[in-house]
Nanobody, 124 residues
Framework: QVQLVESGGGLVQAGGSLRLSCTAS????????MGWFRQAPGKEREFVAA????????YYADSVKGRFTISRDNAKNTVYLQMNSLEVEDTAAYYC?????????????????WGQGTQATVTS
């Protein structure tokens, strides 16, 4: 079992930055792929970024490529999402997710464990 807690959301102007964190409890974090997803009001939850258990492989949605960076610190059981050059369209609740094993899904159903989410709001 993996429990995930996100933090770091907030209110920021367009062009600004936020850094989201997701801290995991449980033994399997270090052998789990981690993903970030987001959900805006009235929309489906969508993939943002993912990282392999070692941090050696990362994947991004086209809409955030070049602006967002996913990273992890296995010693701290934490995965991060650095979000730069934020746009109003990035406003959403952001969720982290975990999948034990080697596979790094880029789709929602690939992850069995989810956090409660943290809100990021970008104003114009």
């Amino acid at each position: 079992q993996v429990q995930l807690v996100e933090s770091g959301g907030g209110l920021v102007q367009a062009g600004g930055s936020l850094r989201l964190s997701c801290t995991a409890s449980g033994r399997t974090f270090r052998s789990s792929a981690m993903g970030w997803f987001r959900q805006a009001p009235g929309k489906e939850r969508e993939f943002v970024a993912a990282i392999s258990w070692s941090g050696g492989s990362t994947y991004y949605a086209d809409s955030v490529k070049g602006r967002f960076t996913i990273s992890r610190d296995n010693a701290k059981n934490t995965v991060y999402l650095q979000m730069n050059s934020l746009e109003v369209e990035d406003t959403a609740a952001y969720y982290c997710a975990a999948r034990p094993g080697m596979e790094v899904p880029t789709f929602r159903d690939g992850y069995p464990y989810w956090g409660q989410g943290t809100q990021a709001t970008v104003t114009s």
